[in-house]
């Protein structure tokens, strides 16, 4: 046997050592999955399979990245790099870019992104005239999404009677028409969506038995990680592949399926021993992650779960600290005790910031985090959320790229034809788009032949558009002639960006500045690499093929410096680190308020803080606030009911909670003690009470209510004496809580009249003065 399997266990050797037809590995987190994929290809390397017969697939490109430096390490570089290796859409827009024209568009078709997919739906709702309040473009996305991830096509979905049914039900019988509409835009401006890369490499297959023949010859073992989160797209992609020679191992594990919003299907893994007859399953039971406090903590929780395959899980490890449940009066004091625990581990256990991850269910929560991180100079990174490609003068850089490429291009025609300002304005461009839809052709083809489509505009404007047309064609021209960073730095300044954003030095300025350069310094990067791989001339074709994939799961560019990371639950699959932070468990938040209809979406959530937990190789710290702002209002926000899913033998519960019989008494505690505590101006404080009340008022703990009483007491009946300032049940040494600080020790009193102050030193978040007349806190 191979020296390097040593470093497997058994069951794990089993599983890679298998090869008399399709196999499932179905482990719990942290068993060893990917590391059997890993090991398998190198394995199947070893054994003589060529690189460029196997293919490999994962949830994202980091992760590819991660298993392709491991298998170089067994096998070398050179054989590593010609491995198919990537993310579904990666590989698969490669495999349409070469057979486009069996689909009627050129290999030169260009990418929309989720955000030109919901500007092109927002302007075909508008257009159609119709109200975007009941055919919401996020809602109308995420329908037309899932219809194509089921592989409906337009087409498929006017005759399908349930979906026209259902949408007439929702009295949004449009649905269909919209979904045509956008297909044939995408069509005429040779784009795909995210969507669709998977949906025409169906199509492509189903329509083409010749390209599948091909490259069922070319993939001669096919792997999937993550299994659990593919869809039916996927799903069928790579059963259409391994038919025949069945060739296939699977890793996968159904608790951590989390993507059944965009269509992944738990019933995929659990299906899959009728659609590979034959298929042998494997177990991993030992978790090489954790401690056995944590992995006994998450077993704990999953098992509330019921629709689940029932596994072992076990570790080994040292039994490790239980998880620490966190309870901060607000969101801000949250943010505070997190970025204070940090530095505390970091001085006291050396570890290093790197060691660190930040876990939330929603990006928006990041900002916090953020503001407490930064105030302690303790150096961050933020996965997903508004990623660099995604900022506004990236995106404009890269419409003119997209139209070098490819002028058809709608949604980049939209985003530059007239920035920076060319006097194109929006009246111009509706009737661009009008005539276009009007003759059935791309915007691209109206600007470069206004008369002959007899655009309604006047003499002036007809020469601005001229000159935007022979700009883009001057980039077209110039993209056949020269190399990525070339042809890069041209656009930047003949499109008048470069005047634009160096015009002045003021601090927007000065960070678009960065980021253009940065994103030079991506191009000059991405061209040294292909370089090393012996490609001489690098087109800024091969480079937007690649940012166009970037997902959100995905940074630019790996960034080893050290830092905390953060990210959401969702993006962190498959990765580990020695102290886990997952934060924000309140009701309506974790669980998701939508989540709560339905059994099976509070299933998904469960398996989501599964996940979360099972990062964690050394700590895990579970936290939560009594009031967070949300839609710019404060809010009592329960504890998540999933605290009382952990067995509590493996958790530090704060007092409170402990003192409660169980997390659902305290619920009513925690939103009654913030009953409109917590608020920006005297107005809405008393807004806000009705709502938040809880039903069950008679039971609550009497201390809930005081607080408020006690505020206004201590701020109308303060009295000055003897030349130091006290105030009714107010002294230098009184312990107070305040609603965003948390608690702290008053220090000091100051001031006459309005201009009264206290001066308090706040637990987590240090010192503070606060004026009294606008303070919200109570004594305790
Ligand atoms: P997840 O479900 O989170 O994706 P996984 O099942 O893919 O987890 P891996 O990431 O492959 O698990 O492994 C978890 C950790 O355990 C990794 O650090 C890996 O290197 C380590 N590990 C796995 N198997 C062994 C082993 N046999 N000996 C030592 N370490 C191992
Ligand atoms: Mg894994």
């Known amino acids: 046997m191979e020296e390097f399997l040593q470093d497997l266990n058994e069951s794990q050797q089993q599983a890679v050592l298998y090869n008399e037809g399709p196999s499932l590995v179905i482990a719990g987190a942290g068993s060893g999955k990917t590391r ?15 690189p460029y017969n196997i293919l490999a697939l994962t949830f994202t490109n980091k992760a590819a990245r991660e298993m392709k430096e491991r298998i170089a390490s067994i096998v070398g570089g050179p054989t590593a790099a010609r491995l198919w290796m990537g993310t579904f859409h990666s590989i698969f827009s490669r495999i349409l870019r070469v057979n486009a024209d069996r689909l009627g568009f050129t290999s030169d078709f260009t990418i929309y992104d989720t955000s030109d997919s919901r500007s092109l739906l927002k302007s075909i709702i508008k257009e159609k005239d119709l109200d975007d309040k009941i055919y919401k473009p996020a809602s109308v996305q995420a329908i037309i999404s899932n219809a194509k991830n089921a592989l409906i096509t337009p087409q498929a979905y006017q005759v399908n009677k349930d979906l026209v049914e259902s949408d007439e039900r929702a009295k949004r019988p449009l649905i269909k028409d919209i979904y045509q509409t956008y297909w044939n835009r995408c069509q005429k401006a040779g784009v795909m969506d995210f969507d669709d890369l998977l949906l025409y490499t169906n199509i492509l297959f189903r329509d083409h038995p010749d390209v599948l023949e091909r490259y069922r010859q070319i993939f001669r073992f096919i792997l999937v990680d ?12 790579i059963h259409q592949l391994s038919k025949g020679h069945n060739h296939i191992c699977v890793v996968g594990d159904d608790a951590q399926s989390i993507y059944s919003f965009r269509g992944a299907n738990i019933s995929n893994i659990l299906n899959l021993k009728s659609d590979y007859p034959g298929c042998k399953t494997f177990k991993l039971e030992r978790n090489y992650r954790s401690t056995q406090n944590i992995v006994r903590a998450a077993n704990s929780l999953i098992d509330k779960n019921k629709e689940q395959i029932r596994k072992q899980v076990y570790s080994e490890n040292a039994v490790g600290n239980k998880i620490d449940v966190l309870s901060a009066y607000s969101d801000f004091e949250e943010g505070y005790m997190v970025a204070n625990r940090v530095s505390e581990m970091k001085r006291l256990s050396k570890y290093a910031y790197n060691d660190f991850v930040i876990l939330y269910r929603t990006n928006a929560q990041s900002r916090i985090f953020e503001e407490a991180l930064r105030k302690k100079n303790i150096p961050y990174r933020i996965y997903g959320g508004l990623s660099f490609y995604q900022r506004k003068e990236i995106k404009d850089v890269i419409a003119y790229f997209r139209l070098a490429i490819n002028p058809h291009d709608e949604e980049a025609i939209k985003r530059v034809i007239n920035y920076p300002a060319r006097g194109i304005g929006d009246t111009t461009l509706g009737k661009i788009i009008e005539c276009g839809i009007h003759n059935d052709v791309s915007l691209w083809q109206v600007i470069a032949t206004p008369l002959e489509y007899t655009l309604p505009v006047n003499n002036g404007t007809l020469n601005k558009i001229q000159k935007f047309k022979e700009l883009i064609e001057e980039f077209i021209d110039a993209n056949n002639k020269m190399n990525a960073m070339d042809i890069a730095e041209l656009i930047i300044r003949r499109s008048g960006i470069f005047t634009e954003i160096y015009a002045n030095r003021s601090p927007e300025n000065l960070s678009r500045q960065e980021n253009l350069q940065e994103l030079m310094n991506g191009i000059q990067e991405f061209c040294s690499l292909r370089q090393e791989e012996g490609v001489e001339e690098i087109a800024l074709t091969d480079f937007l093929a690649e940012i166009s994939l970037a997902t959100d799961q995905d940074e630019k560019e790996d960034d080893d410096s050290d830092k905390v990371t953060m990210m959401t639950i969702h993006a962190s699959k498959g990765l580990e680190f020695k102290n886990v932070f997952v934060v924000g468990l309140e009701e309506d938040l974790f669980p998701a308020a939508l989540s709560k209809n339905s059994e099976r979406e509070l299933e998904e959530e469960r398996r989501l803080l599964y996940v979360a937990i099972t990062r964690a190789e050394e700590n895990c710290a579970l936290s939560y606030a009594a009031t967070r702002y949300r839609n710019g209002q ?4 329960p504890p998540s009911r999933f605290l009382k899913d952990i067995d509590p033998t493996y958790l530090n519960m704060p007092s409170e909670l402990k003192s409660k019989q169980n997390v659902e008494d305290s619920i009513y505690s925690f939103s009654s003690r913030s009953l409109g505590m917590y608020s920006s101006s005297r107005s809405s404080f008393f807004k806000r009470e009705e709502p938040v009340l809880p039903s069950k008022k008679q039971d609550l703990p009497l201390k809930s209510y005081s607080p408020r009483l006690k505020r206004l007491d201590a701020v109308n009946t303060s009295s000055v004496s003897g030349g130091s300032v006290s105030i009714t049940g107010l002294d230098v040494g009184a312990r107070i809580r305040h609603d965003r600080f948390g608690s702290g020790i008053v220090t000091e009193i100051s001031g006459e009249g309005d201009n009264r102050k206290i001066g308090v030193e706040f637990e987590q ?16």
Do not use: C, R, W
């Open 36 to 50: 059997v994929l890993t090991y398998k290809i190198a394995f199947l390397l070893e054994s003589g399979y060529a």
């Open 226 to 237: 993550e299994y659990q989160d593919t869809n039916f797209a996927q799903h069928l992609i």
């Open 634 to 637: 404060p809010t009592a926000m």
């Open 765 to 780: 978040v240090g010192k503070k003065q606060l004026l009294l007349k606008f303070a919200k806190f109570t004594i305790i």
